[in-house]
């Protein structure tokens, strides 16, 4: 009998720009965890993985930026033809497919089915043109789960895969039974409490990304992380350091990434405790952490400050997004105030613009350009950096529902089209013009403040 084992895929990203900002597909790693506590026998192909020892062989790999992020390798490719009206060049990026097609007949022989995951709703001609290689090359089901699965799920069922569209993995016995004839019984294993993601499947990185809570209580109008969970999860604080140690050692990386939408909810019972486990065991001393999702100032205390600068926190972004009347309208989480309360409690412990930044939304419904101009002066002002974001409208979220309800999106628009590079040049909001005007006045105010080298 053929032995049951499964491919994952973490496909290639297709855009007019992209960046390795610490990119892991930790969904997909925890699949693979759940999938062996089955039984199941795994292999992973990360089409997005700069660090694949066979990659320089077909390509130029763009050297490391800092803390093991960087620039995918890319070649260029058609733009869809909806995007026919954009004047800049639209690119693959990630594996040649040449080393993606040689990987593929190495393990045809063996590979029951094939799971490929998804994030972000306006990359998916990618996870299409990953779909239809593999399909190629191989002659077994391919299952197409993740984010845009789920908030697309109309779109995602003309990739001609399979669609998974449950954010609880206990559901995947009964689908790969369904799917496959197999008898697999379920299970209470907690896929995420009882679980790590499965960095074991690569032999080589730059960073290891983590979760230690899953939800967010916060009902942010742009967000939809509180509708992904119905409540927040936590991870055991001893686990987490498991993984720290466990990864770290594995793969000899440097650099380990908090990627959770709101870790400081609960932060006497669970930050808190993580960060005195690593100093306690010295993991400070030879490891760097960062925390680029944006934390919420508002929860941020001096003890946690503090522990941070001891625990050798290297990157800390704080979730402003603008200054004005918006800060309430969008959901109450951060006002000025809370962002300089903020730094002050981090200039404290130690820290100084080279580790902490803001983050600042621009093309916001109904936002000016003065409110994201406000807002960097506020940075500038109190010694932290920032980086300009513009805003996308996703599918489901409150603000997107109240666009289509005053007719300014009809709901029915191709996720290509909502590309927050793309919305400007369509989407009757700020103009390109205005963002251009935006970005190069926060250019020139780290200029001014001598942060020329640091990202806008």
């Known amino acids: 009998m053929k032995k049951r084992k499964i491919l994952l ?6 855009d007019f720009a992209a960046y390795d900002f610490w990119l892991k597909p930790v969904g997909l790693l925890y699949v693979g965890s759940f999938l062996k506590s089955l039984g199941i026998e795994v292999e992973l192909i990360d089409l997005m993985n700069r660090y694949d020892p066979e990659l320089p062989l077909y390509t130029k790999v763009p050297k490391d930026k800092f803390y093991g992020t960087g620039k995918f390798p890319h070649i260029e490719i058609k733009k869809p033809d909806i995007l026919y009206f954009m004047p800049r060049k639209y690119k693959r990026y990630g594996m040649p497919e040449e080393l993606f097609r040689k990987r593929l007949k ?26 239809r290689v593999l399909k190629e090359e191989l002659s077994v089901p391919v299952v197409l789960g993740g984010f845009f699965a789920r908030n697309q799920l109309h779109i995602a069922k003309k990739s001609g895969a399979y669609v998974f569209t449950k954010t609880d993995l206990s559901y995947l016995p009964r689908f790969l039974n369904d799917l496959l004839g197999w008898n697999i019984p379920s299970t209470d294993i907690d896929w995420f409490t009882d679980l790590s993601p499965a960095y074991e499947l690569y032999n080589n990185l730059g960073y290891v990304v983590l979760l230690t809570t899953l939800g967010c209580p916060y009902r942010c109008t742009y967000c939809i992380a509180h509708r992904n969970w119905d409540n927040m999860k936590f991870k055991d604080p001893e686990k987490i350091l498991e993984e720290i140690e466990l990864f770290s050692e594995m793969l000899k990386v440097k650099d380990i990434v908090f ?20 100093l306690e065991r010295n993991l400070h001393k030879s490891l760097r952490f960062h925390l680029p999702n944006g934390i919420h100032a508002r929860l941020l205390d001096q003890e946690t400050a503090d522990l941070l600068f001891e625990a050798n926190f290297k990157t800390i972004k704080l979730g402003y997004e603008t200054s004005g009347k918006l800060q309430i309208a969008t959901g109450g989480k951060v006002r000025d105030e809370d962002i300089i309360r903020a730094s002050e409690i981090l200039h404290n412990a130690g820290f100084t613009h080279k580790e902490v930044s803001a983050y600042i ?18 940075c500038a002002s109190i010694d932290i950096d920032f980086s300009v974001n513009e805003f996308t409208p996703i599918v489901g979220t409150d603000i997107w529902i109240d666009l289509v309800n005053k007719g300014k999106l009809t709901g029915l628009e191709d996720p290509l089209l909502l590309n927050n590079t793309v919305l400007p040049y369509w989407w009757n909001n700020m103009s390109y013009e205005q963002i251009h005007e ?19």
């Open 259 to 278: 990627f959770d939408d709101a870790i400081l909810v609960n932060k006497e019972r669970h930050f808190k405790p993580i960060l005195r486990k690593i």
């Open 106 to 131: 190495e393990v045809k022989n063996d590979i029951s089915a094939v799971f490929v995951t998804s994030t972000l709703t306006y990359w998916y001609p990618g996870y299409f043109d990953t779909i």
């Open 438 to 456: 935006v970005k190069e006045y926060a250019k020139q105010k780290k200029i001014e403040l001598g942060w020329s080298k640091t990202e806008v």
């Open 361 to 378: 939304m621009v093309n916001l419904p109904e936002q000016s350009v003065e409110d994201v101009k406000n807002a960097i002066d506020v």
């Open 9 to 14: 895929v973490n496909p290639w990203i297709e």
